[in-house]
């Protein structure tokens, strides 16, 4: 299983589409064996879910996220967790021991345009 966390630094980014980093953390029996951190190659609507499945995702993890990219998410197979805070690391560790379930909430009206949003 491949958990990617979008990450500024090693936490939890709140705003998905312009996070710096994807943290990538591989596991296997709810153990993470391995990681690596994937640049953000920017913000195009319809872009990062491709790009993340190409990159193995089975789950991603991020503070907010527009629900355009949840649907698209959710069309590559990937699940989405939003919500989440925190250390990145550990926030994928908590997904893997049950702890951790999506808010739900979607972003729609946000501060910088089109962050949240496609």
Known sequence: MRIIVASDGENVT???GHCRYFRAYDAENNVITGS???ENPGHRPG???VFLKERGADVIISG????????LF????IEVIVGASGDARAAAEDYLRGNLKST???CNDHIH???CGE
């Open 36 to 38: 690596e951190a994937i």
């Open 113 to 115: 345009h089109d962050e």
């Open 47 to 49: 872009f990062l879910p």
């Open 14 to 16: 709140q705003h998905f």
């Open 74 to 77: 959710n069309e590559n197979g």
């Open 64 to 71: 907010g996220m527009g629900a355009a990219a949840i649907d």
């Open 104 to 106: 739900g909430e979607v």
